[in-house]
């Protein structure tokens, strides 16, 4: 994939960044080559990004064009708007330490592809151009007068012309570096071309990850196999979103978390993404499921979502044992089991402290669920996961370890027939992501208990039937998908 620089003059342009080209503003615009050029990755370093100004049509066109744009229109909006300069709680945080020792009122912060020259500035530069993904940024702070607190007052592109001649030698590190990880000749300088870039969202220090680093291998395998340059991101990474073409998340996905707000700006930057953020909001809250499993009539088991400890009503209603379940509780976390009247009262309180409504259902006790890996709308494994030894849920929580129960992984033609339309009915209902249907047999009858985007695929596990092949088959989703984003995308 071809690397543009494009700038308002040429001739100020200090660098020479080995596989990018250099072009005017004006020729990206008008020259015909470019109008033409099927694939390319754009640095929009134009001095202003102003409504109708030059730099705002190259990002424009970009766009039209199919190309991958830094920054895109959508952030060339945000970077306006002043609801978006008033800094959450983490990033509060973050200017107040990073600025606390600068003594004048004002102070102006140059970002260069998320990097600052002076070291205790490199996490808010990296934050902020998380923020406001643009190449060569200024941002200005303002000190409170009557507080003292730092706030974000402004961004703005840095002109060229304006690029201090001490900053150039580590502008040039900053860029290669950048470039040797989303290179156009591909990461690290490999000569292999790759049609397409895939980011992969993973998180090496989580405890119970979907994916362990075997299955995460495989994935990048069959990734490669169908045409993808593939890159791990961090959660640190989030101004990277743009450069690639589409985003598997592969870490446990939450609405008020990063990996929604990655799932969020990936549609918004036009990425096949997988979960999209409808699904994980869909998927992630059990009141939710709740209801949608009434409006398809699906079966459930015995459930009452309340907004208070009315332990007479839930005892007369679904009895003792029972099981109490946060709303967006995962990996059996936030799911207790009340044996007793007293425990549904303690429980009760706990979890309405933390949600304004709490899911309660009757238990349940049975040897296994069923887990139904759905992609596409179609089945891609099944599997019996069985309850940790001596409890009650297939995952048992302790301080330091985590204890689960065996599994069993059967071809999908030998799953019973219900047990498969159930699943495709609940996860259809979803979206045509990726998604793991979890079902409970009790006495011959299948109850729908969740559905979970960004289902767990471990090696060993989830793929003892088809191996290599269902890490294809989710690669040759992924492609078919952005082969017809890129067919469905205008031609300026």
């Known amino acids: ?71 895109s229109v959508a952030t060339i909006q945000d970077v306006k708007s002043r609801a978006l300069l008033r800094a959450d709680d983490e990033l509060e945080e973050l200017i107040q330490r990073s600025l606390h020792t600068i003594q004048s009122k004002r102070f102006e912060l140059s970002v ?11 996490d808010l530069s990296r934050a902020m151009f998380n923020l406001f993904p643009v190449p060569l940024m200024r941002a200005s702070f303002s000190k409170a ?39 156009p000749a591909g990461r690290s300088g490999r000569s292999v071309k790759y049609e397409h870039d895939l980011a992969i969202l993973a998180n090496d220090a989580e405890r119970s990850p979907p994916s362990n680093r075997e299955a995460l291998k495989k994935f990048e395998r069959a990734a490669r196999a169908q ?13 990277r979103i743009a450069e690639f073409d589409a985003l598997f998340i592969r870490e446990t996905t939450y609405v008020n978390h990063h990996t929604y707000r990655f799932a969020s700006r990936a549609r918004a930057e036009g990425l096949v993404v997988m979960d999209d953020p409808e699904s994980i909001i869909r998927c992630g809250n059990k009141v939710y499921l709740f209801e949608l499993a009434k409006r398809l009539d699906l079966a459930i088991p015995p459930t009452m979502v309340v907004s208070s400890a009315r332990t007479d009503d839930i005892v007369r209603e679904l009895g003792v044992p029972c099981v109490l379940k946060q709303p967006d509780s995962a990996f059996s976390e936030g799911v207790f089991r009340a044996d007793t009247r007293e425990e549904l009262s303690a429980g009760l309180q706990r979890l309405l402290s933390r949600s304004d409504l709490v899911i309660v259902q009757s238990f349940m ?28 849920q297939i995952y048992q929580h302790g301080e330091r370890h985590r204890k689960e129960g065996e599994h069993e992984t059967i071809a999908v033609q030998h799953a ?26 009790v006495n011959g009858r299948h109850v729908l208990m969740e559905i979970n985007d960004n289902p767990n695929v471990d090696r060993g596990i989830e793929d003892a039937v088809l191996g ?17 984003e890129k067919q469905s995308e205008p031609v300026a």
């Open 468 to 484: 290599d092949e269902l890490y294809e088959r989710v690669m040759k989703v992924f492609k078919a998908r952005v082969d017809a």
């Open 227 to 239: 045409g993808f340059d593939v890159d791990f991101l961090s959660r640190d990474d989030f101004g």
């Open 1 to 71: 994939m071809s690397a543009l620089l494009i700038v308002d003059h040429p001739e100020q342009w200090p660098l020479r960044i080995p596989g990018a080209e250099v072009i005017s503003a004006d020729d990206y615009l008008r020259d015909r080559r470019f109008s033409e050029l099927r694939q390319a990755r754009v640095y929009n370093l134009c001095d202003s990004y102003g409504y109708q100004s030059a730099g705002y049509y190259v990002s424009l066109l970009a766009a039209a064009r199919g190309h991958r744009t830094m920054p």
């Open 365 to 392: 006790p049975t040897e296994f669920d069923w887990r139904i890996g759905v992609l596409d709308r179609q089945p891609l494994f099944v599997c019996r996961y069985y309850m940790a030894d001596g409890h009650w």
């Open 145 to 183: 007068s009557s507080t003292g607190k730092w706030r974000p007052s402004s961004i703005t592109p840095i002109p060229v012309g304006d690029l201090p001649e001490s900053h150039r030698e580590f502008l040039r590190r900053v860029i290669e570096n950048h470039f040797a990880r989303r290179g």
């Open 416 to 441: 019973p027939r219900e047990v498969l339309q159930l699943a495709l009915r609940t996860a259809n209902a979803i979206g045509d992501g990726f998604y793991g249907v979890d079902i409970k047999t």
């Open 112 to 122: 260069y592809f998320g990097c600052n020259l002076a070291e205790r500035h490199s």
